[in-house]
């Protein structure tokens, strides 16, 4: 067989990159969006885009990319998304105007750029240039007094132990715009600056910014911000307030994965606070996750935080005790002693310390992470009731349930979603089979649970104009170019009884983890608010 045929049917046989070239690189985003999470989506959003760069369509290249840095973020790999974001801004570059009619992507496109250079605080992997110049192009374009601009700046030195320089970017942050679209979450600002100002030996002040936070329409709130002031409140002597905040907090970090960078400071308020076997015990239960971690700087901190308390523990005669590890990789599951493993834990925190400040030409990380590992219980106020107290459990009879505070996640329930539409004020019917059904404009709006438990809250939008069969290809058409443009909800056809197409949309939201009201009344709103924008625009097809 000539080499020139068997090219050819051995690029047939590439699945991938033949729907993109047949079908159209629209359409092949399109299937890509819907793939499972995981690296066969990101590697075919990578395709694509690399192929919409060298077929001259740069708006399809940015709708990857887009689509492609979104898919990091999910999989919780933030330092991927720096080339992506690098190619954003090579194809704005090229194309100056590609976005003049979309302000609401240039806007995506800098909070990308944001998470961007902050992943260089999470690992090495990311370079100390690569993330200046991501910075620098920032603040050409929002301006170098801006708050996202100086908060970056803020914590890229304190990064590099440059604490004035911090100090100064810090007053710039503080006098910026906290509703600043690019800025990040501003409920989690303060918990952001009472890290800076605790890491500084400032605890009383780290404390008054904390008290400044507005948990409102935050999901990580309150229980961020009461983690970040658990080594304040003990410096300060307010060693109940602690107590009552590490119980509150860690009820909901010890499951919930994202809240892994969280844990050292538990396990830095059981170590210093007196509670060792308390300690310990969180140690045990959390130590499968430092195999894997959200980042670098979070198992640094992890293990640092775990050193520490053992070495305490061991101090204080409990370096005996064994505490099962389990395998990872080529290390073995083992029994270990808790002097054993305070060891390992060092010997880790302190390679990645070494880490970063290779990348870094500073010393400052691993100087940061010797001092954690000299630190000793603080004297005096720290006599705390008896361990008992922290258990998940009371030992008195349970009260009846009230409803849940706003802020407290609880499971997805009807009386939970009836009282999210309630709130809007809105006329909705209750189908026998507990679904919720609205009419909102063109849109009839269902909400129901799925899913064994019942912990799957399901939007479907249907919109109240139907087309007629003969026109299958141009509702195909318009259902694409939906998904393609837009994050929801996910539209689609299906022909009913009467052979008319009905143009219909879903949300499907996992919540497993369960649900703070102000969170469902979120995702209801957004249901809502993009099923109605979903069904206006099938009203309006010719």
Request: glycine share 8%; proline share 7%; charged share 25%.
């Amino acid at each position: 067989m000539p080499a020139r045929r068997r090219r050819r049917r051995a690029a047939r046989r590439v699945g991938p990159v033949t729907t993109a070239r047949d079908r159209g690189l629209a359409a092949a985003l399109a299937d890509a969006r819907d793939r499972p999470d995981g690296e066969e989506r990101c590697a075919e959003l990578e395709r694509i885009a690399v192929r919409a760069d060298a077929t001259g369509d740069p708006r399809t290249a940015v709708s990857a990319r887009f689509a492609l840095v979104e898919a990091y973020l999910h999989l919780g790999e933030r330092w991927r998304t720096v080339e992506a974001v690098r190619h954003l801004r090579a194809t704005l570059a090229r194309h100056p105007g590609l976005l003049d009619a979309h302000p609401d992507e240039l806007t995506r496109l800098r909070r990308h750029q944001r998470q961007a250079v902050e992943a260089l605080f999470g690992t090495p992997r990311v370079g100390l240039d690569q993330a200046r110049a991501l910075l620098d192009t920032l603040a050409e374009e929002l301006g170098p007094d801006a708050g996202p601009v100086a908060e970056l700046r803020c914590r890229l030195a304190d990064h590099l132990g440059d604490e004035p320089t911090a100090r100064r970017a810090y007053a710039g942050w503080t006098a910026g715009d906290p509703a600043d679209p690019v800025g990040g979450c501003p409920g989690c600002a303060p918990a952001r600056r009472a890290e800076l100002l605790a890491g500084w030996g400032e605890p009383e002040a780290a404390l008054t910014v904390l008290a400044t936070a507005d948990p409102a329409g935050c999901t990580d709130q309150p229980e961020r911000s009461l983690a970040t002031g658990l080594l304040p409140w003990l410096r300060t002597g307010a060693v109940e307030d602690a107590a009552r905040a590490h119980v509150r907090a860690y009820r909901r970090h010890r499951r919930e994965r994202t809240a892994f960078p969280l844990l050292a400071a538990h396990l830095r308020f059981c170590a210093l606070g007196g509670y060792l076997h308390r300690g310990l015990e969180l140690l045990t239960e959390q130590l499968p996750r430092l195999d894997h971690p959200a980042d670098d700087l979070s198992a640094m901190e992890f293990a640092a935080a775990g050193a520490l308390l053992c070495g305490l523990a061991a101090e204080a005669g409990l370096g005996g005790r064994r505490i099962h590890r389990p395998g990872h990789g080529p290390r073995p599951a083992a029994e270990v002693d808790v002097a054993t493993l305070g060891a390992q834990l060092q010997a880790l925190a302190t390679a990645l310390a070494g880490s970063f400040d290779a990348r870094n030409g500073t010393g400052h990380q691993s100087g940061r992470i010797a001092s954690w590992l000299a630190e000793r219980p603080l004297a005096g106020p720290v006599s705390l009731a008896a361990e008992s107290d922290f258990d998940d459990e009371p030992a008195v009879e349970a009260a009846e349930p009230g409803p849940p505070d706003p802020d407290e996640p609880a499971p997805l329930d009807p009386a939970l979603l009836t009282a999210a539409l309630d709130a809007r004020g809105e006329a909705y019917t209750v189908e026998p089979d507990g679904t919720l059904v609205g009419r909102w404009g063109e849109a009839t709006i269902q909400f129901r649970r799925l899913g064994r438990h019942g912990d799957v809250l399901h939007a479907r939008v249907v919109a109240a104009r139907r087309l007629p069969a003969d026109r299958r290809a141009e509702a195909y058409a318009f259902c694409n170019v939906w998904n393609h443009d837009r994050l929801l909800p996910a539209a689609y056809v299906h022909e009913a009884d009467d052979g008319t197409l009905v143009l219909a949309a879903g949300i499907t939201t996992d919540l497993s983890c369960g649900v703070a009201p102000t969170q469902l009344t979120v995702l209801v709103a957004a249901a809502i608010r993009t099923g109605t924008a979903y069904a206006d625009a099938v009203a309006a097809l010719p």
